[in-house]
C-alpha cells in the first residue's frame, strides 16, 4: 500500500513540474492567436473602408446616370412602383425636403416630380 501512495506521490510531482512547462507552450500559442486576431480585425477594417469608399463611388455614378438618363432607356415603372415613387414624393415633401433633393433622391425626373407635388397640393 505504501508502494503505490509513493508512486501516485511521484506521478503528482512529475505532473505537477509538467504543467509549468505546458504553460510556456500555451502562451507562445495564445501570442500567435491574438496576433491572428488583430491582423484579422485590421483587414476587416480596412475591407469596410474600401466597401465605404465603393459606395460613395456607386453614389456619384449615379448621380451621374440619372443626369444621362434622358438618352439611356430604363424599363418603365409598373403602377406599384410609379404609387409608391409618388408617396414617396409627397412624404419628402410634406416633411421640407427641397425638390432637387427629391429629384436625387428618386427615380423619377424634375418634370415627374413637379406634376406629382402639384397634384398633392390641388387636392
Known amino acids: 500500500m505504501t508502494a503505490v501512495i509513493i508512486i501516485l ?54 448621380t451621374v446616370l440619372k443626369e444621362d438618363d434622358d438618352t439611356s432607356s430604363a424599363p418603365s415603372p409598373t403602377p406599384k412602383m ?13 416633411t421640407g425636403i427641397a425638390t432637387e433633393e427629391i429629384i436625387e433622391q428618386s427615380s423619377l425626373s424634375k418634370e415627374e416630380v413637379e406634376k406629382i407635388i402639384e397634384e398633392y397640393l390641388e387636392h
Open 82 to 94: 410609379k404609387e409608391l415613387l409618388k408617396k414617396q414624393v409627397i412624404t419628402l415633401y410634406t
Open 9 to 62: 506521490l511521484a506521478a503528482a510531482i512529475i505532473l505537477f513540474v509538467l504543467s509549468f512547462t505546458q504553460k510556456g507552450e500555451n502562451k507562445h500559442f495564445e501570442e500567435e492567436l491574438e496576433e491572428v486576431a488583430s491582423q484579422l480585425m485590421h483587414e476587416n477594417y480596412e475591407l469596410k473602408k474600401r466597401v465605404t469608399v465603393l459606395e460613395k463611388a456607386m453614389n456619384i455614378d449615379k
